[in-house]
């Protein structure tokens, strides 16, 4: 059974970091396409960055390029979402997700299995 829990979320300043991680049971994550994804209060849950194959090819939402990095550590089953730069509006709810390769799109329409979201606020 896949299982995904989310943990690293919390209350930073403007210009901050933070660093998520999800653990994953039940499968490989090397083996599997893989994502962040945020859900803002009134909006729809949308993409932040996924490795949608297993040859790793990366995808980046253009308002976090350049200041999120998506990352995964075999041994330990865990994908990784390093935040930098924060700003207000990266404000959500951060899931993360999977779903059998190849996912054709870092969209929330392409993933099955989802954890249950930790939260990032934002200060200004």
């Known amino acids: 059974q896949v299982q995904l829990v989310e943990s690293g979320g919390g209350l930073v300043q403007s210009g901050g970091s933070l660093n998520l991680s999800c653990a994953a049971s039940g499968f490989a994550l090397d083996y599997y396409a893989i994502g962040w994804f945020r859900q803002a209060p009134g909006s729809e849950r949308q993409g932040v960055s996924c490795?949608?194959?297993?040859?790793?090819?990366?995808y980046y939402a253009h308002s976090v390029k350049g200041r999120f990095t998506i990352s995964r550590d075999n041994a330990k089953n865990t994908l990784y979402l390093q935040m930098n730069s924060l700003k207000p509006e990266d404000t959500a709810i951060y899931y993360c997700?999977?779903?059998?390769?190849?996912?054709?799109?870092?969209?929330?329409?392409?993933?099955?299995?989802w954890g249950q979201g930790t939260q990032v606020t934002v200060s200004s």
């Open positions: 997700a999977a779903d059998p390769p190849p996912v054709q799109k870092c969209q929330r329409t392409y993933f099955r299995s």
């Open positions: 490795i949608t194959s297993i040859d790793g090819t990366t």
